[in-house]
């Protein structure tokens, strides 16, 4: 079993910056790939950044490109969501998954995750 935990989300104004963070408990953090995924009521969960176990490796939906990167540092079990240059779009309540894998790869496929967190609501102001 894997433990999340997000942190970080708040109210910000567009163009601004927040950091979230996800603090893993369980198995050994180096073992499963994660990601962040966000969901706006009425629509689907999508997965907008990923990073493999060894943070080698990272991919973003064409929506979040060039603004949000995802990092992981293995020693304290965590990992983040930088966010910068908001929009109002970015509003919603953003989890964290983790998938077991033995692959060192990344993935922005929904369903191959594992865990989840229990979310932390994120939202942008015009």
């Known amino acids: 079993q894997v433990h999340l935990v997000e942190s970080g989300g708040g109210l910000v104004q567009a163009g601004g910056s927040l950091r979230l963070s996800c603090a893993a408990s369980?198995?050994?953090?180096?073992?499963?790939?994660m990601g962040w995924s966000r969901q706006v009521p009425g629509k689907e969960r999508d997965i907008v950044a990923a990073i493999s176990w060894s943070g080698g490796s990272t991919l973003y939906a064409d929506s979040v490109q060039g603004r949000f990167t995802i990092s992981r540092d293995n020693a304290k079990n965590t990992v983040y969501l930088q966010m910068n240059s908001l929009k109002p779009e970015d509003t919603a309540v953003y989890f964290c998954a983790a998938v077991i894998t033995p692959l060192d790869i990344a993935t922005m496929t929904y369903g191959e995750y594992d865990y989840w967190g229990q979310g932390t609501q994120v939202t942008v102001s015009s």
């Open positions: 369980g198995r050994p953090f180096s073992s499963y790939a």
